[in-house]
């Protein structure tokens, strides 16, 4: 397995739905908003629209950090968003894309197999009924 494949299996199995990376996502957010608000003397939602914007690396630059604390905030959610959440949903998209939609189940690969071994059964018992033919 190439270190690429195991880098995805180890994002994939990170979070299993592309919920559950919302919710982390989300959860990124409302933190860096709550910490940004509080070292910053803004209002939460002047934060949360803040650390939504850099998170989406967007950073229009009307709202910037001042303190050392805000800085560190911008440079926590920067790189969690894009070196942590990205990847994340990624390897979703790519497990999704991936699926293969026509795969049989176990289920479906049992069945055949069954299917299999009656019809070489039918064969055998042909094979065996048949009278051989006559040598000239």
Same mark, same amino acid.
């Given at each position: 397995?190439?270190? #690429?494949?195991?880098?995805?299996?180890?994002?994939?199995?990170?979070?299993?739905?592309?919920k559950e990376v919302?919710?982390?996502? @989300? #959860?990124?957010?409302?933190?860096?908003?709550?910490?940004?608000? #509080?070292?910053?003397?803004?209002?939460?939602?002047?934060?949360?629209?803040w650390a939504a914007?850099?998170?989406?690396?967007?950073?229009?630059?009307?709202?910037?950090?001042?303190?050392? @604390?805000?800085?560190? @905030?911008?440079?926590?959610?920067?790189?969690?968003?894009?070196?942590?959440?990205?990847? =994340?949903?990624?390897?979703?998209?790519?497990?999704?894309?991936?699926?293969?939609?026509?795969?049989?189940?176990?289920?479906?690969?049992?069945?055949?197999?069954?299917?299999?071994?009656?019809?070489?059964?039918?064969? =055998?018992?042909?094979?065996? #009924?048949?009278?051989?033919?006559?040598?000239?």
């Open positions: 397995m190439s270190l #690429a494949d195991r880098l995805l299996d180890k994002f994939q199995d990170a979070s299993d739905t592309l919302v919710v982390y996502y @989300v #959860a990124l957010v409302v933190l860096c908003a709550a910490i940004f608000s #509080a070292a910053e003397g803004l209002s939460f939602w002047e934060s949360l629209y914007t850099t998170t989406t690396t967007t950073g229009y630059g009307d709202i910037s950090p001042k303190t050392g @604390v805000g800085r560190a @905030v911008a440079l926590f959610a920067m790189h969690v968003s894009i070196f942590v959440i990205s990847p =994340l949903v990624i390897a979703r998209v790519i497990n999704y894309v991936n699926r293969d939609k026509h795969q049989f189940t176990h289920e479906e690969q049992q069945d055949l197999v069954d299917r299999l071994e009656r019809l070489e059964k039918l064969l =055998l018992a042909q094979k065996q #009924a048949k009278p051989a033919p006559p040598e000239s």
